[in-house]
């Protein structure tokens, strides 16, 4: 049965509003997804301050995202994230996974707003085999990150990830279901999708002027090895 829900998110922010605007309304690839061409509205767009998107569909379905922005002292912003919409079964489960992603999907904003703010990425999202859907499989790929469950955010760790040579990584988060790594020209975020029924999945968020055609391949490669 159709539930309504509503998910909200407050905090500050690096970034001036005019940053933070630009980052939530048009250069999303940098840190959640690319949303050009998705079919919402914008029912409300009031730079820099107040802006909502808005999905409607048949039997009063809808999907909704507002951000209100106000200014903060040293070039901060405050930032009122909801995420309201319509769960249409398994509400329980998909609450939790939209809630902890949102949250997850948040603190990638503030890594990009400190450190590539401005900054176009190539967007890359690759999901894991089938095999990777099973009770351990997020902690099959934290084990070949090089990281364990007590790694601490702000270690700096050696990867090599596919598509870069091994180089230094900074452990931006470390949680249950979330890794999020970061180095100088790239955002990696890596999702336990298997809690919520799904499989393992990632993103990179490249901010380097490279040909980044072949990471699609390249990660499903490795993912498929992994589980292999």
Known sequence: MSTDFEI???????GD??????AVTHN?????????????????????THHVNRMEGTDGWFNQLEQVIEPRPGGRSFLRWVHSGVI????DNQYDAASRHTVFYLHTLSEYLEHFAGRSAVFTDVQGPAASGGPEGF????????????????ETVTVALPGVPASAATVDWNAEHFIGLRTDDA????????????????????????DAAGLPA?????LDGLYG
């Open 8 to 14: 909200v998110v407050e905090g500050e922010y690096p």
């Open 17 to 22: 509003p005019e940053q933070m605007w630009d």
């Open 28 to 48: 999303t690839a940098a840190w959640l997804f690319p949303t050009d061409g998705m079919p919402g509205v914008d029912v409300v767009s009031e730079r820099p």
């Open 88 to 91: 249409q079964d398994d509400w």
């Open 139 to 154: 902690e099959t790929l934290r084990s070949a990150l090089g990281l364990t469950p007590a790694s601490v955010v702000g």
């Open 187 to 210: 955002l990696y975020r890596f999702f336990g999708r298997n809690a919520f029924g799904a499989v393992v999945g990632l993103t990179v968020h490249r901010f380097g002027d490279d």
């Open 218 to 222: 390249e990660w499903t490669a490795w």
